[in-house]
């Protein structure tokens, strides 16, 4: 049971079928985790463990904009992961801009929102739920990519902004801050998904609440300092509605 700290918790993870949701899902099954595959791919997803055997997970198909309709998914699940993202690389056409927006902001946030209100209404005694969301390093520095850097920055601060009313007793928000890895967004990437992977789960066994996966020293020191700042300056101008 000590090698398995999310034995008997169910985790959902969106971007599934992406080298990082898949890396994510077979660190999750060593760990013990019962597992939902959310993605937009209608292949099936098969995957093995280190020992060749299939990893049993429920794959459920969705796409950006019916968030709704995964709530009785959702109903039952300790974590959520939402890790699903878009890359126009050099394309700045206004298709471009409206599917990064969509993609890698407001699904994320109505997620986001559709999960803490789940969440609110948990009874006192029930295990606090999670929610990380995968925002990147684009938060804060340049992907050589201006409307991933614009969209992952808009997700970072709808982050910030709404977990000063969602994150608390019932929900446990993490910030997953994570460098280049080689993906299908990024084949030239410096780290490989399953060593980010299993990182962000050692730092997840440390509680943090803010995970940083990266080779750039820079990035321990400001975003850190990009997240206390926002904070303060959210909490100072802004309210809970009431």
Known sequence: MLNQ????????????????????LQALHQQ???????????????LCDSAGQPIPLEQVCWRCGEEEALRPVLANCAVLVINHGFNSHADRSPAAVERSLEINALSSWRLLELFGALAAADRADQPRRELWMNTSEAEIQAAVSPLYELSKRLQGQLLSLRSLDLAGPKLRVRRLVLGPFRSALNPIG????????Q?????????????????????YVLMPLTAL??????????????
Not at 199 to 219: A, D, M, S, Y
């Open 199 to 219: 990182e962000i789960l050692r730092q997840v066994h440390w509680n943090c609440g803010l995970v940083i996966v990266t080779p750039n020293p820079l990035t």
């Open 5 to 24: 700290p999310f034995a008997g918790r169910r985790v959902a993870v969106t971007g599934a079928s992406g080298s990082l949701g898949r890396a994510l």
């Open 32 to 46: 013990g985790a019962s597992l939902i595959a959310l993605t937009s791919s209608t292949t099936p997803l098969a």
């Open 190 to 197: 410096l780290m490989s998904a399953g060593f980010v992977a």
């Open 229 to 242: 700042s926002r904070w303060l300056y959210f909490r100072a101008v802004s309210r809970a509605a009431t």
